[in-house]
């Protein structure tokens, strides 16, 4: 069956070097520390956790805006919780197919892992159809056309999140 679904990618930046480098009891920490926040926001926002992906999370939403809302509240939340790794995300939507009651497949899910792959620590990068649907007050900027794996032709992404709203960030 064809669904219309949003979804977002999202990823704690560095998390296996800092699980070498402060070990496994400080990675369940901060893992747990993240988690308490996605499931947050989804609670907040009406958004789905999907899947728990290690490190990271795949979230879906029927709502564009609350999509949108709910990653960029997210990455304020790993600032306010003090979190040592800082999160990237990819956001994309559009119609896909709902496979067996309870998993997506199509080019959308693709693209917002792919674009979670290639951002950066604090970046968000979500596709310009997606940035249509920005709640009030959410700042983006746009960041250009970018190549990803597996799919053909450049995408045009915008960029949301701490580094589009001109905040300092820690590296």
Not at 78 to 103: K, M, N, Q, R, Y
Not at 110 to 120: I, K, M, P, Q
């Amino acid at each position: 069956m064809r669904v219309e679904r949003w979804f977002s990618f999202v990823d704690l930046s560095g998390f296996t070097s800092f699980g070498d480098r402060f070990g496994d009891e400080e990675s369940v920490r901060v893992l747990t520390l993240f988690r308490g926040a996605v499931r947050q926001v989804a609670t907040e926002f009406g958004v789905r956790i999907a899947k728990w992906l290690g490190d990271g999370c795949m979230l879906v939403s029927v709502e564009p805006p609350n999509l949108i809302a709910a990653v960029t509240k997210l990455e304020l939340l790993t600032h306010e919780l003090e979190l040592p790794l800082s999160v990237h995300a990819g956001c994309a939507g559009g119609a896909v197919i709902l496979l067996e009651g309870d998993d997506y497949t199509g080019r959308s899910v693709n693209l917002a892992a792919r674009l979670a792959t290639v951002a950066r620590p604090h970046e968000i990068l979500a596709t310009v159809d997606l940035a249509r649907h920005t709640p009030a007050g959410t700042r983006f900027e746009p960041a250009g056309m970018i190549s990803v794996a597996g799919i053909q032709e450049p995408v045009e992404v915008v960029r949301f999140g701490c580094v589009a709203a001109g905040d300092t960030v820690r590296a």
